[in-house]
């Protein structure tokens, strides 16, 4: 095991380009069955699922365009932007 680059499909494609391409493809051409494994629902319900989460509850959704696009406040306000190593 070694990795040249923090990417794991570079390294993977490094190590076995032409399985990992055939089975890249492969995955792409069956992709489309994958929603047979899954049940429907109408868009109404699923807005109604997702607006109706506690953590929305006093949430606005004013957009027709995107109908879950809403403003969340932060819980804790900063004078800057956080640095990586701040804590928090």
């Not at 049940?39 to 949430?59: C, Q, T």
């Not at 606005?60 to 995107?66: G, K, N, P, Q």
């Amino acid at each position: 095991m070694f990795a040249l680059t923090s990417d794991a499909l570079v390294n993977s494609l490094i190590l076995n380009s032409t399985w990992s391409v055939a089975f890249a493809i492969y995955n792409l051409k069956h992709e489309a069955e994958a929603s047979d494994n899954y049940g429907s629902m109408d868009m109404s319900r699923i807005l109604d699922e997702v607006r109706n989460e506690p953590w929305l509850s006093n949430a606005e959704f004013e957009s027709e365009r995107f109908p879950t696009l809403h403003h969340q406040n932060p819980a804790r306000t900063r004078s800057k932007p956080a640095q990586p190593g701040d804590r928090a």
